[in-house]
C-alpha cells in the first residue's frame, strides 16, 4: 500500500469531510478492513441506504404474507427477505405457520422449480438495485421464450440516482460518496455526474478490497468541494457501464417511483413491468405503505446519514441480528448489523 495514501488519510487536518458509502457490500468491507481506524478524526464515513432489503417497506413484505395465503402459491426468495419484518410478521413466520416459502440462490433457479412444480405458481421476490435487475430480465426473457407461465415476479427494484439525489437533499450532511462498485459495473460511472455538479461533491467508484477502498478515499478527500466522478476500478466499471445489460433492463422494465423503508416515496427510483408484461406482475404497484414493526426503530435516520447505528436507542438492545426491529439489522449488509457485529465506533 502507498505510504503517502495511509500518511495523508491518517494525518488529514483539513475540513471535516462526511463521506457516505452506498453500498452494503462496502460497509461490510470498511468494518472487515478496519479502515475507520486508519482516517483522520476529520474524515467520517457514514453508511448509507446501499442495502437492498434494508430498504424494503414493510408494504412489501406484507404482500407477499398475503400471497403466500393462497396454498397454490410459493414465495421463491434470497435469504436475507425472510426475516425482514412487515407490518406484524415475516416470512420465516409464516413458513412456520404453514406458509411456503422457498429460498433460492438465484433467480434462475425458479425456472426449475417452476418446471418440476407445473401445478405451484412461484412468487418471486424480485428486490435489488441496477446491480440484480439484468438477471430479473433475463429471467423474463427466459419465461416469454420457453412459455413458462407458473412464474410470477413482485418486484422491489430500486435505482442509485435518485437516492443519492434525496439524501444529499435532506440535510445530512454529507459531502462526498464512496459509489457503489457493483451497481457501477452495470450503469457505469456517469449516471453519477449530474449529482456531483449539482451539489459541487466528488464521487469515488471503488472495488471491494481494503487498499481499493484506501486509494479511493484518499482521491475523495483531495477533491473535496469538487463536483468530479472519479473511477478508481476501471478493471470492471466503464464510464458507460454494460450497455448490453441496460438493453435487456430496458426492454422489459421502465421507470416508476418507489418506497423506500423509512424514506418514503421517491419519485422516479424504482423500475416495475412494462405494461405489455402485467400478467408476469403479482401485484407490485401501489405499495405505498410504510409501517414501522417498531415505533421507535431509527432506521429512517441510520439509511440517510443523519445518526449513526449506535445513536438508535434500541441499538445492541431491543435490536440484535437474533430479534431485529428494523431492516438494518436483519441483512448482513445492513449498517446497524455492520456496526454491532465489528463495534464500530466512529
Known amino acids: 500500500m502507498n505510504k503517502e495514501i495511509i500518511d495523508y488519510l491518517k494525518n488529514y487536518d483539513g475540513p471535516e469531510i462526511n463521506i457516505m458509502e452506498v453500498c452494503g457490500s462496502h460497509t461490510a468491507a470498511i468494518a472487515k478492513n478496519g479502515i475507520p481506524r486508519m482516517l483522520s478524526p476529520k474524515i467520517h464515513l457514514i453508511s448509507g441506504p446501499g442495502c437492498p432489503v434494508c430498504v424494503t417497506p414493510s408494504a412489501y413484505v406484507d404482500k407477499l404474507l398475503e400471497l403466500a395465503e393462497n396454498p397454490k402459491n410459493c414465495i421463491a426468495t434470497f435469504g436475507d427477505l425472510i426475516r425482514v419484518p412487515g407490518s406484524t410478521k415475516n416470512l420465516s413466520i409464516a413458513s412456520g405457520e404453514g406458509a411456503r416459502v422457498e429460498m433460492v440462490y438465484s433467480p434462475m433457479d425458479v425456472i426449475s422449480l417452476a418446471k418440476e412444480n407445473p401445478d405451484t405458481n412461484y412468487i418471486f421476490a424480485a428486490v435489488g438495485f441496477e446491480t440484480t435487475t439484468p438477471v430479473y430480465a433475463l429471467l423474463m426473457e427466459t419465461l416469454i421464450q420457453e412459455k413458462i407461465e407458473n412464474v410470477q415476479l413482485l418486484t422491489a427494484i430500486k435505482t442509485m440516482p ?148 449506535y445513536q438508535c436507542p434500541l441499538f445492541g438492545k431491543v435490536c440484535t441480528p437474533e430479534t431485529p426491529q428494523g431492516a438494518c439489522m436483519v441483512s448482513t449488509e445492513g449498517s446497524c448489523f455492520s456496526y454491532l457485529t465489528s463495534n464500530r465506533k466512529d
Not at 435518485?162 to 457505469?188: K, L, M, Q, R
Open 162 to 309: 435518485e437516492v443519492i439525489d434525496y439524501v444529499c437533499d435532506s440535510d445530512s450532511g454529507v459531502n462526498a460518496f464512496i459509489a457503489p462498485g457493483h451497481v457501477s459495473v452495470v450503469t457505469g460511472s456517469k449516471i453519477y455526474k449530474p449529482i456531483a455538479e449539482k451539489y459541487q461533491i466528488p464521487f469515488g467508484v471503488s472495488g471491494f478490497a481494503g487498499k481499493e477502498m484506501l486509494t479511493a478515499l484518499y482521491g475523495i478527500v483531495k477533491a473535496r468541494g469538487r463536483g468530479v466522478v472519479m473511477n478508481f476500478y476501471p478493471s470492471v466499471v466503464s464510464e458507460n457501464g454494460n450497455e448490453n445489460a441496460l438493453a435487456l433492463i430496458d426492454k422489459y422494465f421502465e421507470k416508476a417511483p418507489a418506497v423506500w423503508r423509512g424514506m418514503g416515496r421517491i419519485e422516479g427510483s424504482g423500475k416495475v413491468l412494462k405494461a405489455e408484461y402485467a400478467k408476469y406482475d403479482a401485484g407490485s404497484k401501489g405499495l405505498d405503505e410504510d409501517i414501522k414493526q417498531n415505533k421507535a426503530c431509527n432506521c429512517a435516520d441510520v439509511l440517510v446519514g443523519k445518526i449513526r447505528p
